[in-house]
């Protein structure tokens, strides 16, 4: 239990819906005890999506319900709509999942940085997030808004490829170069 443990394989349903139809229902309780002894509990009936990573980052990080972080995303996403619960607790969290679901150090660094841009999108004031939602067009198209995210996302990526792995260090360096 070194980063935590899953409670099992999360059991859903995809729910058929207009527009980005990427919701899924979660059927049965699903949770992650992390490192500190807290349950992130993600209840039987929830509705997750994976819109923790901005979507103008997936080609960069990766998009929902791929690769060994589809679990860390899951309780991500619930504990993010949890009232009480702080994004950067979830955002903390999500790291200590993605790498007990199986990612890299290199990768849960990543992942890790990807949800944090989306909180820095959505608290810094910058732009609407209605900007950089899920919409209909060609895959060439970007907004300003998106635009700004995959150069932030870059810059920081940068500067994270040699950082060392321990999450203290991580972390400091990504809030660092958000603030800026």
């Not at 993605?98 to 660094?109: D, E, P, V, Y």
Request: net charge negative; aromatic share 10%; with cysteine.
């Amino acid at each position: 239990m070194a980063n935590g443990t899953f409670s099992a394989n999360p059991k859903t349903e995809w729910l058929t819906e207009v527009g980005a139809d990427r919701n899924m229902r979660l059927l049965e309780d699903f949770w992650y005890d992390d490192p500190n002894g807290r349950r992130w509990a993600a209840p039987k009936g929830s509705v997750v999506n994976g819109a923790s990573i901005p979507e103008a980052l997936w080609s960069s990080v990766g998009s929902p319900y791929t690769g060994d972080y589809r679990r860390a995303s899951i309780v991500h996403d619930v504990a993010c709509d949890t009232p009480g619960v702080s994004r950067e607790d979830a955002d903390d969290m999500f790291y200590w999942a993605c790498l007990t679901g199986g990612c890299s150090a290199a990768q849960a660094k990543v992942f890790y940085l990807g949800v944090r841009i989306g909180s820095w999108a959505s608290g810094s004031g910058l732009f609407a997030l209605a900007e950089i939602a899920p919409k209909p067009r060609l895959a060439i198209e970007h907004s300003r808004a998106e635009l700004v995210l995959q150069a932030k996302y870059t810059l920081v990526a940068d500067v994270l490829a040699s950082t060392p792995d321990d999450f203290a260090t991580v972390k400091a360096v990504i809030d660092q170069e958000l603030d800026h």
